[in-house]
């Protein structure tokens, strides 16, 4: 018995030892390779998620605390974002739109305009409008915000990655702080407020609708990182198939070797009826 499965064991190792099964083995590497960093990037993408929502947990329903105390020239710690503030200052005259921006399915702008503050500038995201029938490149007549000195609350929120897109004048692409800087000629603090509430404004023009509560769904990216792990043996077990497919063809080819049994055939109910 121990010669036999000696020799079992060498024609598996021969046969494994083959260009073409060592490819494929290759191969089967790789991709567990593959399949096991996907898995990691789809589980880091969930704890992000799982840990925007312990911010916003803990932030979002606090009382405000002054702006200046947590915005300043230096980009804006993730650990402070959605931090609940408060600022007294005066709304600049120019204003912005972020183009390309969905709220319950429709697409719109979102509104932006310079907030002066101790002397420094904040940006501060007052709301969405409907795009409507305009084109896409279209710069809305929107409503100026409150004049003269204004308090506002809202939450703090870290600037956006750069589009690399050129924009039409009084628009963007995204709520990149270095873009704005550039557009209104004057630099920013390293983060940005949504606004909560503020004096209504009386002017001619679109009003914007204040943005509603902050998305808290986890997606499936953890459902996608158990799938990528859970394939990572997948191309091992194809192989030991495969193998074990070669395997009985030889020896079913051997001189004098048994047939093998007929696999019974399955009877469908259709072929019952027919008979």
């Known amino acids: 018995m121990a010669s ?3 020799c079992y064991g060498c024609r598996v190792l021969r046969r494994v030892f083959t260009l073409r099964w060592l490819g494929t083995l290759l191969l089967a590497a790789l991709w567990s390779v593959a399949a096991y960093h996907l898995g990691h990037w789809q589980y880091d993408r969930h704890l992000a998620k ?5 911010r916003i947990d803990a932030h979002y329903g606090a009382a405000p605390v002054p702006l200046t105390g947590v915005l300043a020239a230096t980009p804006l710690p993730l650990a402070a974002e959605w931090t609940h503030v408060t600022a007294t200052g005066t709304y600049g005259e120019q204003r912005l739109v972020v183009r390309g921006r969905t709220v319950d399915g429709e697409v719109g702008y979102e509104v932006l305009a310079p907030f002066r503050v101790d002397g420094a500038i904040v940006v501060v995201d007052r709301g969405w409008i409907s795009q409507g029938q305009r084109g896409a490149s279209d710069v809305p007549v929107v409503a100026p915000p409150p004049a003269g000195e204004v308090t506002l609350t809202g939450w703090v929120r870290v600037g956006e ?12 692409a995204s709520i990149n702080l270095a873009d704005i800087s550039a557009a209104i000629g004057e630099p920013v603090l390293g983060g940005y407020v949504i606004l909560e509430r503020d004096s209504a404004p009386a002017g001619v023009g679109l009003t914007p609708t204040v943005l509603g509560k902050p998305d808290k769904g986890l997606g499936p ?3 996608y990182a158990y799938q990528w792990w859970m394939t990572m043996p997948l191309g091992f077990v194809l192989i030991y198939y495969g193998l074990r497919r070669e395997r009985d063809a030889d020896e079913d080819a051997l001189p004098g070797a048994p047939a093998r049994p007929a696999k019974p055939k399955k009877v469908r109910i259709w072929d019952e009826e027919d008979a």
Request: charged residues 20%; aromatic residues 0%.
């Open 50 to 54: 799982v840990e925007r929502n312990e």
């Open 4 to 6: 036999t499965l000696s």
């Open 221 to 223: 990216h953890q459902a």
């Open 161 to 172: 990655q750069s589009r690399g897109k050129a924009s039409t004048p009084g628009q963007v």
